[in-house]
């Protein structure tokens, strides 16, 4: 299994960017997904996550109305649209599939992790 997330880069505050996450050697659609990220010297931390056909969605509090995760399994691809993009969310964001749970937080609930894509919000 392998994950390649892409899309990070250098955004102005209050800009967007849309991240996205391609599965290869996987039936895609058996894995719930999710992104994390990871501040310098951090563990990562779990962002968004969305179910296999996209039914459940969850975020973490400091992303909600403004990160929307999905997903298009004829592409085997999820996607995290970020919006109104504060210094705050800059950090590496990586995307892992999980090993089959409903609520899925923890870095222990993923089997697969892709390389990371490096985000950074600055004027």
């Known amino acids: 299994v392998q994950l390649q997330a892409s899309g990070g880069g250098l955004v102005q505050p209050g800009g967007s960017l849309r991240l996205s996450c391609t599965a290869s050697?996987?039936?895609?659609?058996?894995?719930?997904m999710a992104w994390f990220r990871r501040y310098p010297g951090k563990e990562r931390e779990f962002v968004a996550q969305?179910?296999?056909?996209?039914?459940?969605?969850y975020y973490t509090d400091s992303v909600k109305g403004r990160f929307t995760i999905s997903r298009d399994n004829t592409r085997n691809t999820m996607y995290l649209r970020m919006s109104s993009l504060k210094p705050e969310d800059t950090a590496l964001y990586y995307c892992?599939?999980?090993?089959?749970?409903?609520?899925?937080?923890?870095?222990?609930?993923?089997?697969?992790w892709g390389q990371g894509t490096q985000v950074t919000v600055s004027s």
């Open positions: 892992a599939a999980d090993r089959g749970c409903s609520y899925c937080p923890a870095i222990l609930h993923y089997a697969y």
């Open positions: 969305i179910s296999r056909y996209g039914e459940k969605i």
């Open positions: 050697g996987v039936t895609f659609s058996n894995y719930g």
